[in-house]
């Protein structure tokens, strides 16, 4: 255990550079093949080392795992996160994968080989979603980050809005910050050989969210106003549109995850479909937020974790 503090360089990404500075005095640069990256709070599965462990032997340097959920059923809140994630494992890295494009890493649950942390002096990813950008600048530097679907993670998400928004607050500042300080060099891998895998991750951290926020709101003051003088216009007719299509494209992305990964997720058979449902409204949320995190300045704060569970408490993929 290596304990640090310091009042003004605060977030993971600064916690990571001064743990392998303290690894390499104390053990040498070169007595790891790799190093994983967990937090606290996770689980893994019984297999999930080993599995890992066959993935890194293909020869692959970054890999990132399965993120699942060890408290689904909490409410609304955590479920849309867990499905968010869930979704992310099953349906973006995993094809991802099967294409031999390269994938993201997402926060926790990911292996890195030796020579990547040399080649790059440490960790040297500081923005709000440091994850982000290292996925990004390895993107520029030709690393691919494989995925490995059988290695299982259980990872705690946030149960109140109040988190919820804070954390989110600080990963829509982060993408914004990623996108500004590397969309220019990421723009340009798009005509080399790892062209595919650039585009796919510009088109990730591009403002899109934003852009859809403000015209949501535009759109939502002149729905209110036809509301008010009560007329219709063609504005009101397409935000009411914009309203259905976001919603059932969200539930249906909810459904599919829900029903593929259903034997993985640790709830209950009812709970499972009511948070089809409120999938959506768990994204729409992302709409003020994008909104905020430009006008707002955003800093990094820790989550609380309170959740006391075992990898015992878990049946699947014995």
Known sequence: VYERFHQKKVGKGYALQFLFKQIFRDYGKQRFDGYFVFD?????????IHEMNLAFNEGHPIITSYRNSKNYADNWISAGYSLWFLKESAYMNRPRKMLRSGCTISGTGFLIAKDIILEQGGWNFFLLTEDIEFSIYQAIEGNRISYCHSAILYDEQPTTFIQSWHQRMRWAKGFYQVFFKYGCPLSRR?????????????????????????????????FGYDLFVGKRSAASDLFIYFLIFFYLTNFLLGMITTLTEWQKIHAKAYL??????TFPFFVWTYLPISI???LMPVKWKPIAHTKNKS??????NK
């Open 311 to 316: 990898i015992e408490g878990f049946v699947f």
């Open 292 to 294: 905020a995190a430009m």
């Open 190 to 222: 798009i005509f080399s050989k790892s062209g595919f895998w650039s585009y796919d991750l510009f088109t990730k951290i591009m403002p899109a969210g934003a852009i859809s926020a403000i015209f949501f709101f535009m759109n939502s003051i002149i």
């Open 40 to 48: 606290a709070d996770n689980l893994l599965d019984s297999k999930y």
């Open 272 to 277: 499972k479909i009511l948070y089809m449902f």
